[in-house]
C-alpha cells in the first residue's frame, strides 16, 4: 500500500528523490520478508524430512531390520549432515551388525570343529582334515586348527608308507605263492616246498602255504603209488572209451526222402520225449538229442570241435543256441 502511494507521489513529481528512496526501502524489505519465508519453508520441509528418515529408521532399527535402518539414518545424515544422533544410531547398528558376524562366525567355526573332531575319532583323516582346514579359513590366527592338519598330514604319510611296505609284502606273497602253486601243478613238489616256505616267511599267519607244505610232503610219499594208480586209471579209462565208443550214422540231409525215412525210423526206434547220446570222433564230440512226440521225432546235435568251436544243428539245419537248449528241454 506503501508502495502504491510512493508511486501515486512519483507520477506528480518524478523528480522527487524521497518517494523513490522509499520505495528501493520497500522493495528490500519485501524481498527480504520473500527470502525468509522461503527459507523458513525450506527449513521447515527438510526437518520434516529429518524427522520422517529418523523415524522409518527407529521403526527398522526397533524390528532388527538393521541394513535398512542404516540407510535411513545416512538419510536423514544427508539432509542435516551436522546432526549427531543419526552417527550415534549408525556407529550402534555398525557394532550389532559386527557382532552378528562374528557370532556366525563363531557359530561356523565351532561346526567345523566339531565335525572334524568326530570325523578324526573315527580315523577318517580326509575328511578330519577338511573341516579343520574350513574352520581354519575363518579363522586363521587359530593353533588347534593348524596344529590337527600337522597332526593327520602325519598320520597319512605313515600310513601310505605302511600301505607301500605292504603292498610290496603282498606283492612278494603272491608272486611265491603263485609260483608254487604252478610247481604244484607241474607235479614239482620240491620246488613248491621252497616256494610255499618263501611266502610263509612274509606272511607266519597265513594256513594256505602250510596246509600247501603239508599237501606237497604227503604227494612225495605216495608219489609213486599215485603215478601207477593213475596210469592204471587212464588205460582203463581208455579202455572203457573204445569199448563205448559209438559211430553216428551218416544222413544225407539235403536228400527230402532220406531225411523223411531217417525221421521216421527214429520215432518208431525211441520212446515217447527226450532221448540224449553222447558220440565222440577224432575230432569233435556230439551230444545227439532225440524228441519224439506222438510218434514225430526230430533229431538235434550239439557238436563241438576240438578247436572250441560249437554249432548247433535241428534235423541237418543249423540253429542257434538258445533254440537248441528251448526245443530240447525235456
Known amino acids: 500500500e506503501a508502495k502504491k502511494s510512493y508511486n501515486d507521489a512519483l507520477a506528480i513529481k518524478p523528480s522527487e528523490q524521497y518517494p523513490k528512496t522509499k520505495l528501493s526501502e520497500i522493495d528490500k524489505l519485501l524481498a527480504d520478508k520473500s527470502a525468509k519465508e522461503k527459507a523458513d519453508a525450506e527449513a521447515k520441509s527438510k526437518d520434516d524430512a529429518y524427522k520422517a528418515a529418523v523415524a522409518k529408521a527407529d521403526a527398522a ?22 546432526e549427531q544422533y543419526p552417527k550415534t544410531k549408525i556407529a550402534e547398528i555398525d557394532k550389532l551388525l559386527a557382532d552378528a558376524a562374528q557370532k556366525t562366525k563363531n557359530d561356523s567355526y565351532n561346526v567345523f570343529i566339531t565335525k572334524a573332531d568326530q570325523d578324526f575319532s573315527k580315523k577318517d583323516y580326509e575328511m578330519a582334515k577338511g573341516n579343520y582346514q574350513k574352520a581354519l579359513n575363518l579363522k586363521p590366527d587359530e593353533t588347534y586348527p593348524k596344529n590337527r592338519i600337522t597332526e593327520i598330514d602325519n598320520l597319512l604319510a605313515q600310513n601310505k608308507k605302511k600301505e607301500e611296505e605292504q603292498k610290496v609284502k603282498d606283492k612278494a606273497y603272491q608272486d611265491a605263492i603263485s609260483k608254487a602253486d604252478d610247481f604244484f601243478g607241474k607235479k614239482d613238489y620240491p620246488s613248491a616246498i621252497a616256494s ?29 603209488l599215485s603215478e601207477q594208480a593213475r596210469l592204471d586209471a587212464e588205460k582203463q579209462k581208455q579202455l572203457e572209451a573204445a569199448k563205448n565208443k559209438k559211430k553216428l550214422e551218416e544222413v544225407d540231409f539235403t536228400n527230402k526222402v532220406e531225411v523223411e525215412k531217417f525221421l521216421n525210423d527214429l520215432g518208431k526206434k525211441y520212446p515217447e520225449g527226450v532221448t540224449e547220446e553222447l558220440y565222440e570222433e577224432t575230432s569233435k ?21 576240438n578247436w572250441g568251436g560249437v554249432y548247433y544243428f535241428k534235423n541237418g539245419q543249423s540253429i542257434s543256441k538258445s533254440t537248441f537248449s528251448t526245443e530240447t528241454k525235456k
Open 196 to 224: 610255499y616256505k618263501i611266502a610263509s616267511g612274509l606272511k607266519p599267519d597265513e594256513n594256505y602255504p602250510k596246509q600247501k607244505i603239508f599237501d606237497c610232503q604227503n604227494m612225495l610219499k605216495q608219489d609213486n
Open 285 to 305: 564230440k556230439i551230444k545227439r538229442i532225440i524228441v519224439n512226440h506222438g510218434g514225430i521225432a526230430s533229431e538235434y546235435r550239439e557238436v563241438t570241435h
Open 61 to 82: 532399527l526397533g524390528g532388527q531390520k538393521y541394513e535398512e535402518a542404516k540407510k535411513s539414518y545416512n538419510d536423514a545424515l544427508a539432509i542435516k549432515p551436522s
